[in-house]
């Protein structure tokens, strides 16, 4: 076999390898966000918390600090809407799992 065709089989079995990665990767978060959201749907309290950080930008995050039943937890999600204009340091309303209290759905995204 040339080098030219080896060099070609090598990039595109390097593209399909990459392309699949990030697929696999997708799909995965998918999959905990809707495990997540199941979760916490099944058996929940309220809550309120307090935004640490909020981003705006390059996928729209928030990291939140809360206490469940004296223990202090901490969570990064992303946010879908923000009609508040909440920022750093605002309280935010959630719902946590009863069973999982490190599962939570902030009043920002869309299945709150």
Request: hydrophobic fraction near 35%; glycine fraction near 4%; proline fraction near 2%.
């Amino acid at each position: 076999m040339s080098e030219k065709v080896k060099l070609i089989l090598f990039n595109v079995a390097l593209a399909v390898t990459i392309i699949g990665t990030f697929y696999w990767c997708s799909e995965r978060t998918d999959e905990e966000i809707k495990e997540r959201i199941e979760t916490v749907n099944n058996n929940y309290e309220y809550s309120k918390g307090i935004i640490t950080d909020i981003n705006y930008y390059k996928g729209r995050t928030i990291r939140v600090k809360y206490r469940i039943s004296e223990r202090i937890y901490e969570a990064s999600l992303g946010w879908d809407k923000n009609p508040e204009n909440l920022d750093e340091g605002d309280s935010i309303r959630l719902r946590y799992s009863v069973e999982k209290p490190d599962l939570i759905i902030l009043e920002l995204e869309n299945e709150y």
